[in-house]
């Protein structure tokens, strides 16, 4: 008599699926995740003013589009690349004859962006990554055989990919580790970074990074501490306020996170040679947009181009930040903090 077991098949796996019409967990959302396939339930996500989960929407297109104001045959950077959102709008703009670069530091989000792009009809003769910060722009220019570039964008925003995938440690809506690499494969994770500083220095890093009235309250609560988990470091956060400030909680939570995220990817010091290299990256007339989200990163943007045009470097800055339109903050929430400014080499 034969063995029928050997020959049962193995029981149908059924794909992952929505534990109901709402799910909670990022890796349930593959209707957001899979564009193509379900169009209509991502239009019903961007119709409600939402970005779709593993997406970006590229912010202020079109003023960045007016400012920069590509041409045929030119040479841009995109030197956070993201999503790929600005650059597939600068892209054929400067069709024929010219070429766009990506730079980003991301080794997860990158090879994504760039598969996104060629499936655009952009080759690698009009468009090619690079995985670096702006940073390393002047080293990517040389290794592209560029002598310099006419447009240079640069987002400093955290894409919404990150933002939105727990395992990344940036969000705040789903426990994850308490990482906040920009970068996974460099540097350490916010965890092991909070276990090796000291109250002062935290404090400090508080106020610069994020402007936060509570730094001393909360680097006493959160320096030398273990927290694996973003909750765990949030929970510590909002039990570190005293009672009549506890109103305040999820905004101090959020500024915590923030500082400790630029401190982690030494955000500051990257954008710091990004600005004073920039005018040796730059062709004659060339032009520079540069898209902040915290008064920081403006701070630095704007002092940086001022000093260029009192030195020579820039023949002209934006008069003033740019904001975007009340249409766009409506139908994006993520684009209310954005501010953008430009600057254009003498000719």
């Known amino acids: 008599m ?3 077991s050997s020959s049962t098949p193995a029981p149908h796996k059924r ?3 929505y534990s109901g019409k709402h799910p909670q967990r990022f890796e349930e959302k593959y209707k957001e995740r899979d564009p193509q396939r379900y169009g209509e339930t991502v239009a019903k996500v961007l ?6 989960a593993g997406t970006h929407r590229p912010i202020m297109v079109a003023e960045i589009l007016e400012v920069l104001s590509p041409n045929p045959g030119e040479v841009a950077v995109d030197c956070t690349l993201g999503y790929g959102g600005h650059a597939r709008e600068i892209l054929p703009r400067l069709q024929p004859g010219g070429k766009l670069l990506g730079l980003d ?3 997860i989000e990158l090879p994504k962006a760039e598969a996104r792009l060629r499936a655009f009809g952009f080759g690698s003769e009009i468009f090619t990554a690079h995985r670096s910060n702006f940073a390393g722009l002047p080293k990517i ?3 592209a055989g560029v002598n310099g570039a006419d447009i240079i964008l640069a987002d400093l ?3 919404s990919m990150q933002i939105d995938d727990p395992a990344r440690g940036f969000s705040l809506k789903h426990e994850g580790p308490l990482d906040m690499r920009l970068n996974p494969q460099r540097g350490q994770p916010a965890s092991v970074f909070l276990q090796t500083i000291d109250s002062d220095a935290l404090a400090a890093l508080f106020v610069e990074n994020a402007d936060e009235p509570h730094a001393g309250v909360f680097a006493a609560a959160l320096a030398g501490k273990v927290f694996a988990t973003t909750s765990s470091l949030a929970t510590a956060i ?5 009672r009549s400030k506890k109103s305040d909680s999820d905004l101090s939570v959020r500024r915590v996170f923030q500082a400790l995220r630029i401190a982690v990817n030494e955000e500051f010091s990257a954008l710091e040679t990004f600005l004073r290299n920039m005018p040796l990256c730059l062709n004659p ?3 520079v947009a540069i898209l902040t989200f915290h008064s920081g990163e403006d701070r630095r943007v704007k002092k940086s181009f001022e000093a260029g045009v009192r030195d020579g470097a820039y023949e002209e800055i934006s008069p003033k930040v740019i904001r975007p339109t009340a249409v766009e903050r409506n139908s994006n929430p993520r684009s209310v903090a954005a501010k953008l400014r430009w600057a254009r080499r003498p000719a």
């Open 105 to 107: 530091a991301d080794p």
């Open 141 to 143: 220019l040389v290794q």
């Open 285 to 287: 007339g060339g032009r």
């Open 238 to 242: 909002r039990a570190a306020l005293p």
């Open 157 to 159: 925003g955290v894409s």
């Open 2 to 4: 034969s063995d029928s």
């Open 15 to 17: 794909r992952l699926r």
């Open 47 to 52: 119709a409600s003013g939402k970005t779709p």
